[in-house]
């Protein structure tokens, strides 16, 4: 199929904000696709890869820059302004195109599956000379595009296709072009979606087995699963009224991970999908030995215990583990942790998802057993009354750890899903996990960093980014070091002394109070705002959500 057609699908979805009609452009190009399928349910959102694989283009917004300017022969400066001028790469990889001086080289014509491979082929590139390469390629797929394939090709390099697809329109469009499109198949094709995350599989296997085949796809080792999220109770006595059958267990504040077992073979996933196996030597060692099992998925919560008092420490430390290439021993020494486990999704060839948490939680605890050095069962108790549970919530407290989680030992697993089935209690007002849009370079002293952060919450329904503040004071020195460390290489454009993020980085904000305010265009903002730490466990999907905020707005009035 050639690029040109992808592009014009592109166009029409940029022509139309209504979610039907996208729904309806992308039903249609997906029945059309043939062999493509796999690649266009990515494409539609400018991916490259499932949320799960490990890779990454490797490739910053200046590298594309630079390659446009080597392709077009037009100055850097000019690209520079029209960046600018327009906040998009892409649009200003179109008018350097357009400008080009005229060659009389006859250019190929652009093939999807070429873009495709071309593109992930970035993420391959390694050691010296790899940005050079990555340059050069990038280079030569564009000196063949013509203005409007150029400017798709650069904002699908920098993750910013603007084109209001998100994983509701994908989903609902495979429920249209291969089932019947009715709210029945919509849920089929996000359960799916859910236990696969990978759009590649679910449509392909919506185009040739339909509903039961759908049906049919179910967890599988070592392909990573969404987290089943919990709500929100205020106390514990609420959360035992709106639970069938409660089970309460401690809620740590550590890392959430689900292992993977298969005889030695181990691998540890994040909530974000992220494979972080060689960060958690300790982790696999600690399975290896202490876990009787032929294969399972254990969900569980890592923890760092301080060695010398025996306290947990804050997520912030163990943090530090998660993205470390180097020492990673010394680190894993630094900060031993514990392994709580609570949930157990897969055993012996055998998805658990559907089964009740009281089963899978007899089978968790045949499994880890009793003897467990690193790796020991969450801590939780069958509550025999209200007093009860609220002793165990004190003693939760007591014992450092966050708050308490009620269970419905009732209920199956829902990945990905906010549904109820598990209920946290915690003392204090939540902060919010948000994501950066746009930061300042700060003033005097501090020019080179970037403080002065645009935050923004994620509209579900708009599916978009909306500020709900700005964070400018109380940072330390080292804090905006790390902060501007991060930032940079997120720059889109540059306005004055502000830049526009590729909105990757969350952060946690405690903050005083909301306000309602005409300056941010969620309409509200956060009072005093103070930075409580980079959530590198997050994605900017994972940030919170604008009617988290607005409930939060509400809220804050009635207690
Ligand atoms: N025993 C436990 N069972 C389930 N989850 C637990 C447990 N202990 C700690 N957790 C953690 O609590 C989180 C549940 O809260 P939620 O799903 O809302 O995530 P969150 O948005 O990160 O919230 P929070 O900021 O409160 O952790 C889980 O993601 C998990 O990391």
């Known amino acids: 199929m050639e690029y040109r057609r992808l592009v014009a699908v592109y166009d029409r979805l940029d022509a139309t904000s209504s979610t039907i009609e996208k729904t309806d452009i992308l039903a249609d190009s997906f029945a059309d696709a043939g062999e493509l399928l796999p690649e266009l349910t990515q494409l539609a959102r400018g991916h490259l890869f499932a949320s799960w694989e490990s890779d990454e283009l490797g490739v910053s917004s200046s590298l594309t ?22 906040g998009d790469l892409g649009d200003a990889a179109a008018a350097a195109v357009e400008a080009r001086p005229q060659t009389t080289l006859v250019s190929e014509t652009l093939d999807v599956r070429d873009v495709y491979t071309t593109l992930r082929g970035l993420a391959a590139y390694e050691g010296t000379g790899s940005q050079t390469r990555r340059t050069d390629a990038i280079a030569e797929l564009l000196a063949d595009a013509e203005p409007n394939e150029a400017r798709y090709i650069v904002r699908t390099i920098v993750g910013a296709m603007r084109l209001g697809v998100g994983e509701g329109t994908v989903r609902d469009a495979v429920a249209t072009a291969f089932l019947d499109g009715s709210e029945a198949a919509i849920r089929d094709v996000e359960r799916a979606y859910e236990v696969t995350n990978d759009f590649r599989t679910v449509g392909e296997t919506a185009r040739e087995r339909g509903a039961a085949g759908l049906d049919d796809l179910s967890v599988e080792l070592f392909r990573p699963i969404k987290a089943m999220l919990a709500q929100k109770a205020e106390t514990v006595s609420d959360a035992l009224d709106a639970t069938e059958r409660p089970l309460l267990e401690y809620k740590y504040d550590g890392m959430r991970v689900k292992i993977h077992v298969r005889g030695e073979t181990v691998r540890v996933f994040t909530r974000r999908l992220e494979d972080v196996t060689a960060q958690f030597p300790d982790v696999v060692r600690a399975v290896d030995d202490e876990l009787t099992t032929q294969s399972a998925i254990i969900e569980a919560e890592v923890v760092a215990y301080d060695s010398e008092t025996g306290d947990p420490t804050p997520f912030q430390k163990l943090s530090k583990r998660i993205k470390r290439t180097n020492e990673i021993e010394q680190l894993a020494a630094e900060y031993p942790v514990t392994v709580h486990a609570f949930d157990l999704l897969y055993h012996d060839g055998q998805s658990l998802i559907d089964a009740p948490l009281s089963e899978r939680l007899t089978c968790l605890e045949e499994l880890v057993g009793q003897s467990g050095q690193t790796v020991v069962r969450a801590t939780h108790r069958r509550p025999t009354s209200g007093d009860d549970a609220a002793s165990f919530y004190a003693d939760a407290l007591e014992a450092g750890q966050e708050g308490v989680i009620v269970k419905n030992l009732n209920a199956a697993y829902q990945p990905g899903s906010r549904v109820g089935y598990m209920l946290k209690v915690k003392p204090t007002m939540e902060p919010l996990d948000l994501v950066v849009v746009r930061a300042k370079w700060s003033e005097g002293r501090k020019s080179d960093w970037l403080g002065r952060l645009r935050l923004a919450c994620w509209d579900v329904e708009r599916q978009e980014l909306r500020e709900v503040g700005r964070l400018f004071s109380g940072l330390t020195d080292a804090q905006l070091r790390e902060i501007t460390a991060k930032l940079e290489p997120l720059i889109q454009s540059v306005d004055g002394r502000t830049a526009r993020l590729r909105p990757e980085v969350v952060i946690e904000v405690e903050y005083e109070e909301i306000q309602e305010s005409t ?8 009072r005093f705002p103070r930075f409580g730490g980079f959530r590198d466990d997050l994605g900017p999907e994972d940030a919170d959500r604008f009617e988290r905020v607005e409930r939060l707005y509400e809220d804050q009035w009635t207690h």
Do not use: P
């Open 65 to 86: 820059a630079r390659a446009i300017a080597d392709t077009t022969g037009v100055d850097d400066d000019r690209i520079d302004e029209w960046w600018r001028e327009t």
């Open 519 to 526: 300056t941010y265009d969620s309409g509200y903002a956060l």
